[in-house]
């Protein structure tokens, strides 16, 4: 089962939109995948399940769970302040040890009302999960000026949509 986890906890945020896409293109290929969203963390996991918490918080340890039974992830990030937002990372620093993602697979994508569809970002990420021992695929599509792209919770840019489908086709190789 590949989990595709939206990036941000923001309310209506297009990183869902996108995964809801992604999700169907997988299933296209005959593949399940379950969509994972920051935003059903406990709104307190902060106070309850960082550090001397570590594992003390039963509503992130049932998200977390959620997580660590993927072997497969795609990563839909958008662009926060020129990086990845702070929630993803916060979560990141809330997993137990030994780390969720070791020798594990995930693939990237970034989404920008500006011009970098979150290239910085997914640079940063790399270099976060490479850290934690998860191998990322090379093609990351970079979904700039993201809502000039789309309409009606689609997307209307041919090449955007041919990216998520080649990164799909290569994760399923990966
Ligand atoms: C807190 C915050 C910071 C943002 N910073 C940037 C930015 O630095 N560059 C950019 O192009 N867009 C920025 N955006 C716009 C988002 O990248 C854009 O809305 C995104 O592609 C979709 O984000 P969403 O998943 O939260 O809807 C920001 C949005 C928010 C909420």
């Known amino acids: ?38 935003e059903q963390l406990p709104a307190d996991f902060i106070e309850t399940a960082l550090y001397e918490n570590n594992g003390k918080n039963e ?63 997914l640079s940063h990420l790399t270099d976060i999960f490479h850290y934690l021992g998860m191998h990322v695929l090379a093609l990351k599509p970079k979904l700039a000026k993201i809502e000039q792209n789309m309409s009606d919770n689609l997307l209307t840019n041919r090449l955007y949509l041919d990216l998520l489908h080649t990164q799909a086709d290569m994760l399923l190789e990966f």
Do not use: W
């Open 1 to 38: 089962m590949i989990k595709i986890i939206v990036g941000t906890n923001r309310k209506n945020s297009l990183s869902k939109t996108i995964a809801i896409l992604y999700q169907e293109i997988l299933l296209e290929r005959g593949a399940e995948s379950e969509i994972l969203e920051l």
């Open 59 to 121: 509503g992130y340890n049932a998200f977390h769970n959620r997580v660590k039974e993927g072997k497969k992830f795609v990563f839909i990030v958008p662009e926060y302040n020129g990086s990845f937002p702070g929630i993803l990372k916060t979560f990141i620093d809330g997993m137990t040890y030994p780390n969720t993602f070791r020798n594990k697979k995930c693939a990237l994508v970034g989404l920008s009302s500006g011009i970098g569809g979150g290239g910085i970002a």
